[in-house]
């Protein structure tokens, strides 16, 4: 089948190379421009990086709604357009130039957690299961017929750049398992039942600071939601510390927010009278190490109340 796809960081990576390897001819790579990265040197998308290696031709437009786009779309005449993380929302002129349609790689089993950060939401609503979504796609963000749906369960530990690479990786097979239907016209769409819709928006800097007046479990799904970015943060001798992963703990006598040094870490105390263990973090302008190093660094003793 000749595929167009449109995808940008390393979840849509996997997808394309699925493609690939099934022997899909892919007539063209759409992804967004590249960005300035350390010391301002411009930094390829990683779906870029893996479709030069492979030697498929690239395409960076600024917008998909500019003429120039949709020209260089029509001339590749794809008959499916294969979309995953592009971070583009596509015109109605671009979506039907392909007599197949646009299909959209979906984070989630929807209509639950439409919207950018369906996995990191997930996570941080503390739900138990996930998946993908492989549907058509509509005017309204992630609110077109579906085709076929993979289901997950949530680690009870696993963070969200876990849960990233084992969603790429069940995007790309259902996605594979998909198209032979969607080519020979047998593939179902089940409309979206718009009342169980929900929205994941994006994540931003000002979710990281932890309130420790919450309960223990949500504090854990703050932690595990938020990596690798922007992270969980706490306050540790004054500044700024990101963290990075964090075990729960027992019952604690402490007011919600007191610190202590442990020998597994750093036990946190939250509103349900619970604790948490703060097991790897990232102080302000440091390096990510244990905390157990970061204690041992500052010679503070287990049991100690730390500010």
Known sequence: MRIAFMGTPEFAV?????????????VGVFTQPDKPGNRKKLTAPPVKEYALSVGLPVYQPLSMRAPEAAEQ???LAPELTVVAAYGQILPEEILRIPAHGSIN???????????AAPINRAILNGE?????TIMH??????????ISVRTTPIGADEDAEQLFARLAALGASLLCDTIPAIADGTATRTPQNEADATYAAML???????????SAEEVI????????????????????????????????????????????????????????????????????????????????????ELT
């Open 14 to 26: 996997a997808s394309l190379r699925a493609l690939v390897e099934h022997g899909h001819e892919i």
């Open 73 to 75: 779309l029509r001339a």
């Open 105 to 115: 790689v979906h984070g989630s089993v929807l209509p639950r957690y439409r919207g």
């Open 128 to 132: 138990h299961e996930t998946g993908i």
């Open 137 to 146: 796609m509509a005017r309204r963000l992630d609110a077109g017929d579906i």
């Open 204 to 214: 931003s800097r000002e979710m990281s600071p932890i309130d420790f007046s919450r």
């Open 221 to 304: 799904n703050q932690v595990r939601a938020l990596v690798p970015w922007p992270c969980a943060s706490m306050t540790l001798d004054g500044k700024t510390a990101k963290v990075w992963h964090a075990l729960r703990g027992g019952e604690t006598a402490d007011a919600p927010g007191t610190r202590r040094a442990a020998k597994n870490g750093i036990v946190c105390a939250c509103g349900d009278g619970r604790s948490v263990i703060v097991t790897e973090l990232q102080s302000e302008g440091g390096k990510r190490m244990t905390a157990q190093a970061w204690l041992n660094g500052r010679r503070i003793a287990a049991g100690t």
